[in-house]
Nanobody, 132 residues
Framework: QVKLEESGGGSVQAGGSLIVSCTDP???????????LAWFRQAPGKEREGVAG????????SYSDSVKGRFSISQEDRKLRVYLEMNSLKAEDSAMYYC??????????????????????WGHGTQVTVSS
């Protein structure tokens, strides 16, 4: 079973940067890996939204319009570890950030659609707070 663990959250001033990471601490070369991984976030009173996703083992990445050009998702080679570099942070970026992974293949699938039903595994989240 894939178990995802997020880390790196914290408080930062608006305009600053922060990097959060997601990993499966049990992952190894022999571990079954998902096809893709994404970061979602949810702020109080708001719906959960996908912000960035990446296909495992590729450079293909997708971003929501709200973070495009500011956030960058990357994968560490040979590990199920994904980073989300957040730059030019805004107060509206404050949220609990969740790592999610899945292996769904279906006609019309697009990682950038960030459909929750396409993700089978979820971490418990790491809080990011941006002060304006």
């Amino acid at each position: 079973q894939v178990k995802l663990e997020e880390s790196g959250g914290g408080s930062v001033q608006a305009g600053g940067s922060l990097i959060v990471s997601c990993t499966d601490p049990t992952a190894s070369i022999t571990t079954d890996k998902p096809r893709y991984l994404a970061w979602f976030r949810q702020a109080p009173g708001k719906e959960r939204e996908g912000v960035a996703g990446i296909y495992i083992g590729t450079y293909a990445a997708s971003y929501s319009d709200s973070v495009k050009g500011r956030f960058s998702i990357s994968q560490e080679d040979r590990k199920l570890r994904v980073y989300l570099e957040m730059n030019s942070l805004k107060a509206e970026d404050s949220a609990m950030y969740y790592c999610a992974a899945g292996s769904v293949t279906r006609q019309g699938f697009r990682l950038g659609d960030f459909r929750a039903e396409d993700f089978d595994f979820w971490g418990h989240g790491t809080q990011v707070t941006v002060s304006s």
